[in-house]
């Protein structure tokens, strides 16, 4: 016999590519791009998507009726009814004021020159828009997490993570499936065409340290559109398919004597069910890089759902790693990016008041939500001659500084998803980061 050794020990005994000493400068090049995602053009690209979000879901809610539960009442607050006897005159109350089924935006209309601590009272019993209620626990969740970082306490976290992701769909799912589905498609097409468009042009820089124009790559992401935004739509399209027989059989059982033969089959229905099931982990599992996948490679939407959840299988240590020093350097990064925010607009506020300015009396920024903070003093707020019209364009400034640094959270988003995929797939398959699907933006 030679005295070779047999060709599966030496790839057994070969180092893996993707070995623990890579580990840390993989995770460094993720944590880096918190400042990667602060270019200007994709501050611009990740405000764009917020706007466009927040402009359909507001449309939503003001023209249909609330449909989410109240955010929750204190145990001292009294009950709505009870405020609208107190607060409000009869002929000025809407209609089922007296009843849980009340808009919730019919209500604070009501309430709207009531005094404020009424009014915060009014805000947490009243029900809400989906579009209200999926922003609320957003920002609570996000901001449970965020603490959670700053004092090291996991727990804290995980709640946060619960709040803003878990138990805010599984509220929507409850109560407004409908806006949930048709909402989280437009979603997916918003970041299919501008959340590529961010993805591609990291790609590019991050691997082959070019910087494509950014209307060539957008002009790209629009040109293909379809795969991108079917490589995020697939998994849960599949999964429905799959859970199409057990409809059909729930129709047939209605019908006495066919609903025992129907009981007898239901096994075949319970594997169709477990496929759906395994596709949709599949999907949420991979749903982090699986729109930033799409924009680095050219395949079609189910070889990417395939390729992405292979390599979370074959490194899923890696990968959790990855995507928790993202977790982490996301909201640290948010930290610095609000506080920045903060910093300007408060200090521009403040300084254009030195000299007996008006501008200290408009409304000033918190920090780290950036959310609008009401005037204490009314007698500062200008209200007198064109002083309005200044005002109006000065909270308009504020909202567009605003809206661009919230922007960044979509783009960084997009810049790790890029970077935990190019890093996964060169640890798995040993493929050279630079290696990007091709025709890419700027191609004939």
């Not at 955010?71 to 607050?77: I, K, M, T």
């Not at 949709?280 to 729109?291: H, K, M, Q, R, Y």
């Not at 977790?327 to 990016?337: D, F, I």
Request: with cysteine; net charge negative; charged share 15%.
């Amino acid at each position: 016999m030679p005295n070779e050794p047999d060709d599966y020990i030496v790839r057994f005994m070969e180092p893996p590519t993707g070995s623990l000493s890579t580990l840390g400068s993989d995770a460094r090049s993720v944590g880096m791009g918190v400042f990667a995602a602060m270019r200007p053009e994709r501050l611009v690209l990740g405000g764009l998507v917020l706007l466009l979000a927040f402009l359909v879901g507001t449309l939503h809610d003001s023209q249909s009726a609330t449909s989410m539960p109240p955010a929750g009442l204190a145990g001292s607050d009294p009950t709505l009814p009870e405020l609208f006897r107190e607060h409000v005159e009869e002929l000025e109350r809407p209609h089922g004021w007296d009843t849980s089924d009340v808009d919730g935006f019919e209500v604070r209309a009501a309430f709207a020159n009531a005094a404020p601590e009424v009014r915060a009272v009014v805000e947490r019993l009243r029900r809400r828009g989906p579009f209200e209620s999926l922003t609320s626990s957003l920002r609570g969740g996000l901001g449970r997490v965020g603490e959670g970082v700053v004092r090291l306490e996991p727990a804290l976290i995980v709640a946060g993570v619960h709040e803003a992701v878990f138990a805010n769909v599984a509220g929507l799912w409850t109560n407004d499936r409908g806006f949930l589905v048709l909402f989280g498609i437009y979603l997916l097409l918003l970041l299919a065409i501008l959340g590529a468009t961010i993805a591609r042009l990291d790609a590019e820089r991050f691997g082959r340290d070019r910087d494509p124009g950014v209307i060539a790559v957008l002009r790209w992401s629009i040109r293909d559109w379809r795969r991108l935004w079917g490589a995020t739509l697939l998994p849960p399209v599949l999964a429905i398919c799959l859970l199409l027989p057990a409809a059909a059989l729930g129709l047939l059982a209605l019908v006495p004597g066919i609903d025992v033969l129907v009981a007898i089959v239901w096994i075949a229905v319970l594997v169709f069910a477990f496929a759906a099931a395994l596709v949709t982990t599949a999907w949420l599992v991979s749903l982090p890089i699986l729109s930033a996948a799409a924009a680095c490679e050219s395949g079609d939407p189910s070889e990417m759902v395939v390729r992405t959840a292979g390599l979370i299988r074959m490194r899923p240590g890696r990968f959790l790693v990855l995507l928790g020093t993202a977790l982490v350097a996301g909201v640290l990064g948010w930290m610095l990016v609000s506080g920045v925010t903060m910093i300007t607009l408060e200090g521009a506020r403040v300084a254009g008041g030195l000299f007996g300015g008006w501008t200290e009396g408009v409304a000033g920024t918190a920090w780290p939500s950036l959310a609008p903070v009401p005037v204490v003093a009314e007698s500062t707020v200008p209200t007198t001659g064109t002083r309005w019209l200044a005002a109006g364009i000065l909270e308009a400034w504020r909202s567009i500084v605003t809206l661009l640094a919230m922007g960044w959270t979509v783009a960084f988003g997009m810049v790790s998803g890029t970077r935990i995929y190019l890093l996964l797939r060169r640890s798995v398959e040993s493929l050279p980061l630079d290696e990007l699907g091709t025709p890419g933006p700027g191609a004939d």
